[in-house]
């Protein structure tokens, strides 16, 4: 028997229908909502992600502009960039695409996007609201596509054990944020688990719900989850592939193959988590426009 | 057999002293570590916690004042009082105590105080920072007491498993936000437990660390804890008691007379995290003081 699949790309394309249909509502306004995207130095993954983002903007109607800095550009030339987009009324996403080089630091950067532009969803001021469960803020995207994946895969969260595996502030630590909350769609008991954690498996066993964000190949195996549990990969790994063109492939969080014969349902990687964090960041700058121009 | 108690009282007083060593390093610079506390209306328990704030500060060589205003007054007037105490020099830390009259927006007048005023650390801002791992804000004063006590006590968090009962914005999530980063004295695998948690006691009972922060009358019973564990206990309950002459008394969220056979360490309550949270309180006042004449 084999888990039932979450599948990301579907539910992505139904949350990229009701974005379209909000961004035609804010055109008959004379809006047109507008991502940033901000690129320094040429990272291959980085120009990827951007990418397929502003792709994606393009197909729902969305504005997007891509700034590409070179990799020499000093923090406070970073920084001005960020002013003028936080003064200008005709973006409503900024977007700084992260791994920055060492050179600058990405707090500072986050920290200067504008709180009302932080389509991200990583100002501290965003990530305050959203662990104190105040809804107007933006989410991150990521954790926010993890919780919509289980409301529309019709997968309860309260009550239910929720086991996070990873603890970075990207994934992790939001995800607990927003599944502990008294709230619809949340309500969960939240373990947060990471490096330091000793024997996780004791906890993943009990959890009804697991998210793997650790950022290590094939972690969690079929002995790790109970029977009849949903497993959400957020991992993208890099693993020596000799048989591969490139001489790698890349892997989950998760022995898939294993754990769909444990699980009730699973996400598949790539096509679970993935689009749904393209969809919620498009779904989180019409709603900046939305608010900017209200 | 008992378990070791950890006496708040005395943790708190070597706190103080390391404080007031700080207020005389300031004094020598002709600044004197300034407090303002807001009370509106008469509830008597705000009543006694911020004359105990105002006269511990008084004991360390801190200024500090109460504004009192009625319970009639509107929320535009107390912005503007916040306001007034945001702008002046004079003024390093900023309190207004809860609950707030019931026409007033606490989260709008938490929002509204000057985050590097924040010393109760309430203000998204400074919870975004506490939970990204950012040393630059300010941390709520309870959960910072708690891990101060963990701390000075020698009960090791890194790798432990703390079941955390309640999700408060004021203890429960934040002492989560403080216990799940990797730095010394936290790093430790967290578990966030609630009133929506089915069966709390099978997470309880693997736990290293309980802290009961629900706010239910010793809801935390022996057989919910392991052996050799460590129970902090943050709850103030008032129940009935007859025999009382007010006709009730306060109780924690433990019952601390069976848990003190199983448990190794143990808060007395009062005694316990009470002290702490208003030894943070003016570390926190003096850290605000610093900052703002450095």
Known sequence: MSAQLIDGKAI????????RQRVQTLLTRGIQPAIVFVRVGEDPASRAYVGMKDKQAAALGILSRTHVLPETTTQPELLALID?????????????????????????VFFRVDPRKDVDGFHPLNVGKLLLGDPSGFRPCTPAGVQELLIRSRIPTAGALVAILGRGNIVGKPLAAILCQKAPSANATVCLLHSASRDFSALTRQADIVVAAMGRAELVRAHHIKPGATVI??????????ASPRGYRLVGDIAF???????AHVTPNPGGVGPMTIAMLMA??????EALTA
Do not use: F, K, M
């Not at 989180?284 to 426009?289: E, F, I, L, Q």
């Open 233 to 242: 990969d957020v991992g993208v790994n890099r693993i020596d592939d000799p």
């Open 257 to 263: 193959d294993e754990i769909t014969h444990v699980a």
């Open 284 to 289: 989180n700058t019409v709603t900046a426009a």
């Open 84 to 108: 003028s987009l936080n003064a200008d009324p005709n973006t409503h996403g900024i977007l700084v695409q992260a791994p920055l080089p060492s050179h600058i630091s990405e707090t500072a």
């Open 12 to 19: 992505a394309d139904q949350v990229h229908h009701e974005t």
